[in-house]
Structure formats: C-alpha cells, structure tokens
C-alpha cells in the first residue's frame, strides 16, 4: 500500500506503508507517518498498490482516518472500494480531504480519447502511462491500455476512451506519457483529447504526431505533451483558446530551469521581499520571473536556506548572466545572496552565479 499527500505547498514522495505499522486489530490498521513540514494545508491523499505484478490479491479499503499528531486535526472518510478497481484495472483512488470551514474539492471522471495508428495491435506487449497535471495537482501515472473502451478502428487509424477518475485538476497543462514495451516496436500516437465525463465541454486537446521507437528491455520512454488548444463549445472562447492551438509549436519549445537560491547564513540574511529574477543566454533572454513557490519551504529566502524554484520559458541557449532582486518590501528587507544555481536539463548544462552580497 502506498499513499501520495497533496498539500497547498506542493506534494509528497509515494510513502510506502512497508514497516510503518504501528497497531494493528481486527480489520483496522494505524500507520505512523512523517510528512514534510511544509506541504501546507493538505487538500488531497492518493493511495493504491504500488504493483500488481505477479499478484492477484486484492485491498478492500472500508474506512480512511487521518489524525495531525500536533494539532489533533482529523478526518476520516467512509470508502468501501476494492482494489484493484477492475479486472487488470486502475489500482489507484484519489479523495480530498475536508476540513472545517474549508471548502473541498470533488472526485471527477476523466474522459482521455486516445487517438493513434498501431497501439491497439500491439498492446499486449506495451505499458503506457499517462499522468495529467492542472492546477490543482496530478493524477499520478495511470494506465492507459488496462481497461479500453469506445474502441474505434480504422485502416490508417483508431482510438480508444479510458476512464479516469480524479480529484478535480482545474485547468489542463500537461499530459505525461511514459512508455515501454515487451519487444522492439514503434507507436505512432496523434493526439489526445481530455474533459470531464459529465461535459462536453471543455475539451482539452494535446497534439502528440510521433511515431515512438520502443526497444524491449530499454529505459522506459517519456514524453511531456502541453495542452495544444480547447475546444470551449463557445464561438467566442473558441477563437480566443485556438490561438493557443498557434502557440503550440512554440509551447513544445518551452525549456524548463531549475533555480537554486542561496541564501547566506549570516544574520539578517533572509528576506520577506517579493524576489524576482531574469534570465540571459547567448540567444535570447526571459521575461520577468516571480520566485514565491519554493520546492522546499512555505516561507523562502531564509537564513542559511536553499529554495528551488521551476520555470519554463523559449529557449535561451547558453546562459552568461542573471539578474536578480526584490521590491524592498516587509520588515527588514535586506537580503544576503549567496549564490544561484540554474539547470537547463536539456542542454545537461548546470550554471552557477556567485554574489556573495
């Protein structure tokens, strides 16, 4: 059994309830778990099996307590689901957590059309996928061809529907698909198309047009696809929300940068300003970035800390200089940088800017 905390700050790592037991009765087991302090407000817990390889045994979940030691919050949940959901099936279940005075969100069933070539034909030999972002999180990896329905096939085409139930995500970004196979085959995938169930509309449309090269017993492939265009089912919204459909190209050059701040371990070094920085290349330079939503801390820029930041922008090639700096404001704004690390993964390239000051 594994579970996936989603808090207001970001998430945690898959905690494996592998020797956390800590009592155990009839039909009834408590667990004892660390999370990172800074995962805020948590709004969401996934849990599921952590593999069905070789297995046929099954987790029926009746009831979900969950306790803060410190404050003695709690909620609890009635479930009665079995795990696996289906036959071959989704293994995972997602639900918010309630908290008084805090409005919650709801489960939602995702519809995610996949419109291919040759998957069909060769999914037996094929594990794939795909894991869909917004702003309210992610659905963690799912499986895509456990549990087919709607299946249309044509001579040069096909798709097929897989359901997918959810935490609502908010506004689509992403699709994450990660592929393997069995055996040396190749897997022309178009597009996706991804709404609610119970809609028509929205519909988010992700663009893939690529014919993927699987080789047995290689790393598994993985592929990031950004919303291409949606579809409002509103002239209007429609003409406005296609322009993203011409933005798409540019999207898919969209490099990601980490950025590692510094802060000194001096007194007074840390800082309650608004920090923002700039990013120059030998190409091109960024627009103007906000660095409020640190990885690793609620409260960023504070003495001694490092706070690690994610942003995508065009491409800039070799990175040669920075700019970076704040507004003044809050008490006692000055701030001592240690340094800056950037990492453009796709180049393999790690640049590191020294202020000391």
Same mark, same amino acid.
């Given at each position: 059994?594994?579970?996936?905390?989603?808090?207001? @700050?970001?998430?945690? @790592?898959?905690?494996?309830?592998?020797?956390?037991?800590?009592?155990?009765?009839?039909?009834?087991?408590?667990?004892?778990?660390?999370?990172?302090?800074?995962?805020?407000?948590?709004?969401?817990?996934?849990?599921?099996?952590?593999?069905?390889?070789?297995?046929?045994?099954?987790?029926?979940?009746?009831?979900?307590?969950?306790?803060?030691?410190?404050?003695?919050?709690?909620?609890?949940?009635?479930?009665? /689901?079995?795990?696996?959901?289906?036959?071959?099936?989704?293994?995972?279940?997602?639900?918010?957590?309630?908290?008084?005075? /805090?409005?919650?969100?709801?489960?939602?069933?995702?519809?995610?059309?996949?419109?291919?070539? @040759?998957?069909?034909?060769?999914?037996?030999?094929?594990?794939?996928?795909?894991?869909?972002?917004?702003?309210?999180?992610?659905?963690?990896?799912?499986?895509?061809?456990?549990?087919?329905?709607?299946?249309?096939?044509?001579?040069?085409?096909?798709?097929?529907?897989?359901?997918?139930?959810?935490?609502?995500?908010?506004?689509?970004?992403?699709?994450?698909?990660?592929?393997?196979?069995?055996?040396?085959?190749?897997?022309?995938?178009?597009?996706?198309?991804?709404?609610?169930?119970?809609?028509?509309?929205?519909?988010?449309?992700?663009?893939?047009?690529?014919?993927?090269?699987?080789?047995?017993?290689?790393?598994?492939?993985?592929?990031?696809?950004?919303?291409?265009?949606?579809?409002?089912?509103?002239?209007?919204?429609?003409?406005?929300?296609?322009?993203?459909? /011409?933005?798409?190209?540019?999207?898919? @050059?969209?490099?990601?940068?980490?950025?590692?701040?510094?802060?000194?371990?001096?007194?007074?070094?840390?800082?309650?300003?608004?920090?923002?920085?700039?990013?120059?290349?030998?190409?091109?330079?960024?627009?103007?970035?906000?660095?409020?939503?640190?990885?690793?801390?609620?409260?960023?820029?504070?003495?001694?800390?490092?706070?690690?930041?994610?942003?995508?922008?065009?491409?800039?090639?070799?990175?040669?200089?920075?700019?970076?700096?704040?507004?003044?404001?809050?008490?006692?704004?000055?701030?001592?940088?240690? /340094?800056?690390?950037?990492?453009?993964?796709?180049?393999?390239?790690?640049?590191?800017?020294?202020?000391?000051?």
């Amino acid at each position: 059994l594994v579970m996936v905390f989603y808090g207001s @700050n970001g998430k945690s @790592n898959p905690v494996s309830m592998e020797n956390k037991v800590e009592h155990q009765a009839k039909n009834e087991i408590t667990y004892d778990i660390h999370l990172p302090s800074d995962l805020g407000m948590l709004y969401k817990v996934r849990l599921g099996l952590q593999s069905l390889e070789n297995s046929i045994s099954q987790l029926c979940l009746r009831h979900f307590k969950m306790q803060n030691t410190s404050t003695l919050d709690t909620f609890s949940l009635t479930i009665n /689901k079995t795990l696996p959901l289906s036959l071959n099936g989704d293994r995972w279940i997602e639900f918010p957590v309630e908290w008084p005075l /805090k409005e919650a969100l709801s489960v939602v069933t995702y519809h995610l059309t996949v419109f291919s070539r @040759n998957i069909l034909s060769e999914r037996n030999l094929v594990h794939m996928t795909a894991c869909i972002y917004g702003t309210h999180g992610d659905t963690g990896d799912r499986s895509l061809l456990w549990s087919l329905q709607n299946i249309q096939q044509g001579e040069d085409n096909e798709s097929f529907l897989v359901i997918v139930d959810a935490v609502e995500l908010g506004e689509l970004d992403k699709v994450v698909l990660l592929i393997s196979s069995k055996t040396d085959c190749k897997l022309d995938i178009r597009k996706l198309h991804l709404k609610e169930a119970v809609k028509e509309h929205p519909i988010y449309v992700f663009e893939v047009n690529e014919a993927f090269s699987v080789h047995a017993n290689k790393p598994e492939i993985q592929r990031e696809i950004p919303v291409s265009f949606v579809i409002r089912g509103d002239k209007k919204k429609n003409d406005i929300d296609n322009n993203l459909h /011409k933005e798409g190209s540019q999207a898919r @050059n969209l490099t990601e940068y980490t950025v590692k701040v510094y802060t000194g371990d001096k007194r007074g070094a840390g800082t309650d300003a608004n920090v923002h920085i700039i990013l120059f290349g030998n190409e091109d330079k960024s627009e103007v970035f906000q660095l409020s939503q640190s990885l690793e801390h609620q409260d960023p820029f504070e003495r001694g800390k490092v706070d690690t930041f994610k942003i995508n922008t065009k491409k800039l090639g070799s990175l040669h200089s920075i700019e970076i700096g704040h507004d003044g404001k809050g008490f006692a704004s000055g701030w001592f940088l240690e /340094k800056v690390e950037i990492t453009d993964a796709s180049r393999n390239s790690v640049y590191c800017f020294n202020c000391n000051r």
